[in-house]
């Protein structure tokens, strides 16, 4: 009770209470108060569930000191902030990598124990959130784990999808869909703010008037609105006591039901317009590397950014902040072009809202906004058809149109009579369908413009944005990606973490250049021999993961090939299909004898979009091909297929330990970076790749004795195009590759229906729009040569040590810093 004569308590001044204590005993205390007074059960009558939920409450207790701490010390000091906008942020589970952070993991599995529970089943209870595709959403969630464990004041702003990526499930051979309920066991992990709602408008016209001083000034008159209520995540650093935020948005209606209708007894009218709100939020669209020329994905774009901006604002900035200072406070990275809806976003608030003149305001404008590109492929680059933007966001397309006039007037005055050139660079497309091109709008509204590896950010100069980088040379720049050290080694992979810790001490943990230190052991026989027990034990805990998730036997000693990604022509699972079959081929023809053939389990995981016709095909090929490979006899093991479903983060953390080859062979030209292939060769697998995206980069830096390279280059598929490709004439010339998909073709993988293999076979012997087989024999080639090497177990570990020595490089703490120097400080 506070009392005249008690000092009154001021929470803020005294910082959070403190958290429970950092004992096993602390850990119980804490852990049954969240499941008694939290979950309100007792330990004795609580499920699964209920324990988790309360260990996952019990865990972030021991975080939220650090995240007032943080935000109290952000608040008051006045560095910039990074806004991240992002789509799709694909976190994986948080337990584990809060308990990584918090260094509670010993405390809180002996502290179960003595609860007479099992924190690895606790643990598998989590459902990881799903709010992203692929390599484009996790990139996301390494970076923002890089900018807290660098003390870097950023919040991460995205939407709260209530269904993430789909939930992949095989019937009879053929992906099918289920939704990713993701949150209906409870989201331990989030602070919902509803107070802190933020309405967002659309639709309606605009009105313009001249005021008493004969300026202009529109209004925007929306036709409906909805809210955004933000939740909060706690993004921790490492062992660092910095936290930063994660705030998504959910959709909410502004109105809950009409009463009148409900009365009326129409119950679905009563409702409709909440279920047409609350649809924004409601779901992941689950294309990757494909635009989606959806209103409801518009829709969804302009609701987390509209927030997100207003959050930061009107709410995160001190009150009477200047807004003609705001690029000293705030970056707001735009993660591909997903959010460039900001930007005339930003125009509306400062001219319409806050009274700024345009040119004041375009001068703020630029200098809030950077944009990072991650693709080559022109069909992934996102227009939006000008009749939509107008309909739903009419303000914001008359704004677009005023950006485009005055910057195609600084584009005749720089190349007079050009106007070819004008009508290149305008960000409407003339056609047809007129449409706004975003990027770019992103190009000339943005400070900076960056590629993901410097393959593919030379491409984009080059080939995507030739005209604007040769107005804009300085503009440009590559920041190579990274991954986060952090989960993809420490704690993915805790056997090689110790292993590498005993040699060379902790710190490359938060410093991954230090794995260089290791180079040495690469010729120490004792420390190749762990190196390969390590593998081997993260083998058969894959193995074990597999037998109990998906019913898969696999055996214990083969080389693990391993190719995890989306599925996507470009990336080219078909071609490692066909080096399969060719495989099988050998071994049924009698070519090779099972004894002789150096046995070898390959591991898929690939989600194809719903719509992806051909991306389905090729999943049901792989598993029929699996499956009969699996079933026959005859080749006594020597392969082996293993394609579980669902491949996610979690799935990832166990399959990257345990590989022996890394599975990289888009075609050159056409991965912007990956991300996968990095965390292979930090967990010391081998890679097999073309000269593509960051392939390039690993290959340079672990030498060409240590990768596999093959296939056509860049300049080389572009000619060989440009000469005609003809898939036919390689079918024709190569032996190996017609009885290869003659095979395939043939129907003995697909129950004796020579149609079920048609439609992937005559799409590569008549299109093969990624040149399949035009690269196949270099890479049959370079797939002996792996035999080869890996009959050499020791050459083949010293490699594989040398490939985790030398690829500290791709740490998302170093491209972090690469942004901070070339993009949001610079
Ligand atoms: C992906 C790229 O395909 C991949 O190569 C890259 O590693 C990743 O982004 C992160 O930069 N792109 C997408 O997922 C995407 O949707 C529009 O691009």
């Known amino acids: 009770v506070v009392g005249p004569t008690m000092p009154v308590r001021n929470p803020v001044a005294q910082g959070p209470v403190n958290p429970p204590a950092h004992t096993v005993d602390g850990f119980v205390e804490a852990f049954l108060r969240e499941l008694n007074f939290g979950q309100g059960v007792l330990l004795s009558r609580s499920t699964v569930n209920d324990q988790y939920l309360a260990l996952a409450r019990t865990v972030q ?175 921790p650093g490492y062992r660092n006591g910095s936290v930063n935020t994660l705030r998504l948005w959910s959709a909410k209606a502004t109105q809950a039901f009409d009463l009148q209708i409900f009365n009326s007894g129409d119950y ?56 003609r200072r705001l690029p000293e406070r705030i970056i707001f990275q735009l993660n591909d072009t997903h959010p460039v809806i900001g930007i005339p976003e930003l125009m509306r608030i400062l001219v319409d809202l806050k009274g ?85 709008l992103a190009t000339i509204g943005g400070s900076r413009v960056n590629g993901v590896a410097e393959l593919q950010s030379q491409l984009l100069r080059e080939k995507v944005l030739p005209d604007f980088s040769e107005l804009w040379p300085d503009k440009f720049t590559n920041i190579t990606n990274g991954v986060t050290p952090r989960r993809f080694l420490h704690q993915a992979n805790p056997l090689l973490s110790t292993l590498i810790t005993e040699a060379i001490g902790p710190s490359w943990v938060t410093d991954l250049e230090q794995l260089r230190g290791l180079e040495p052991y690469a010729d120490d026989a004792g420390f190749r021999e762990q190196f390969q027990a390590v593998k081997q034990a993260n083998k058969e805990r894959l193995y074990r993961e ?28 078909t071609l490692k299909l066909l080096h399969i079959v060719s495989l099988y081929d050998d071994l049924i023809s009698g070519d090779v004898s099972p004894a002789d053939m150096v046995s070898r389990t390959f591991v898929f995981g690939a989600k194809a979009a719903p719509g992806y016709y051909m991306a389905k095909e090729i999943i049901y090929l792989i598993n029929s091909v699996g499956r009969t490979i699996n079933e026959d006899k005859r080749i006594e093991g020597a392969l082996s297929v293993a394609f579980p479903a669902n491949y996610n983060v979690t799935l990832a953390e166990k399959v990257v330990p345990a590989a022996d080859l890394s599975e990289q062979i888009s075609l050159a030209g056409k991965e912007a970076s990956g991300t996968g292939n990095m965390k292979f ?141 070339r993009v949001w400080l610079a």
């Not at 009105?207 to 706690?234: K, N, S």
């Not at 047409?276 to 609701?303: C, H, M, W």
């Not at 590569?764 to 035999?787: C, I, N």
Request: contains cysteine; hydrophobic residues 40%.
């Open 61 to 235: 207790q021991y975080l939220v000191a650090g995240w007032l701490e943080t935000g109290a010390r952000r608040r008051q000091g006045d560095r910039k902030i990074i806004g991240y906008l992002s789509a799709e942020y694909l976190l994986g589970r948080q337990l584990d990598n809060a308990l990584m952070a918090t260094t509670l993991g010993e405390i809180a599995e002996e502290a179960m124990t003595q609860c007479g529970l099992d924190l690895a089943r606790l643990r598998a209870q989590e459902i990881e959130p799903g709010l992203g595709n692929g390599g484009l959403g996790r990139l996301a969630a390494c970076f923002v784990d890089s900018l807290a464990t660098l003390d870097v004041p950023c919040i991460g702003y995205g939407i709260r999808y209530e269904y993430g990526i789909f939930r992949q499930t095989f019937v009879d051979d053929r992906q099918a869909e289920v939704p990713d309920s993701w949150l209906s066991l409870g989201s331990p992990w989030e602070f919902p703010h509803p107070e802190r709602q933020v309405r967002v408008a659309f639709g309606g016209r605009t009105e313009t008037t001249t005021d008493e001083q004969g300026r202009e000034r529109t209004t925007w008159i929306p036709a409906w609105d909805v809210l955004g209520i933000p939740y909060h995540y706690m993004v």
């Open 268 to 323: 679905a009218e009563a409702v409709r317009s909440q279920t047409f709100a609350e649809n924004i939020s409601k779901v992941l669209y689950p294309e990757d590397s494909t635009p989606q020329g959806k209103e409801l994905r518009l829709q969804q774009q302009y609701f987390f950014v509209a927030c997100s901006l207003h959050d930061f604002i009107e709410n995160t900035l001190p009150r009477d902040f200047d807004l």
């Open 356 to 440: 700024f003149e345009w040119d004041e305001a375009w001068d703020i404008t630029r200098e809030c906004f950077a944009y990072t590109c991650h693709t080559l492929l022109p069909e992934a680059l996102e227009v939006w058809p000008v009749e939509l933007l107008g309909r739903l966001l009419p303000r914001h397309l008359e704004i677009i149109y005023r950006i485009n006039d005055n910057f195609l007037d600084e584009v005749r005055e720089a190349y007079p009579g050009d106007a070819d050139r004008v009508r290149r660079m305008s960000i409407i497309a003339e056609g047809p369908q007129r449409a706004v091109r975003m990027a770019y």
């Open 546 to 573: 597999l037998r109990a998730r998906d019913g898969l036997e696999l055996p214990r000693h083969a080389m693990l090939d391993v190719m995890v990604k989306r599925l996507h022509e470009y990336k080219r699972q």
């Open 681 to 821: 060769a930090l967990n010391g697998a081998l890679t097999i790749g073309t000269d593509d995206g960051a392939n390039v980069e690993i290959r340079a830096l672990v030498g060409d004795d240590n990768f596999f390279l093959f296939g056509l280059t860049e300049p080389e598929a572009e000619q060989l195009r440009a000469d005609g490709y003809d898939p036919k004439a390689f079918y024709r010339s190569d032996e190996k590759l017609r009885r290869t998909l003659d095979l395939l073709g043939s129907g003995i993988f697909t129950g004796g229906d020579a149609s079920a293999s048609a439609p992937l076979v005559q799409n590569l012997l008549h299109d093969d729009p990624f040149m399949a087989l035009a690269d196949f024999r270099s890479y049959l080639d370079a797939q002996t040569r792996v035999d080869e090497a890996y009959r050499d177990s020791d050459a083949w570990t010293r490699s594989a040590i040398l490939n985790v020595a030398r690829t500290g490089f791709f740490s998302s703490d170093r491209s972090m810093r690469d942004y901070l120097d």
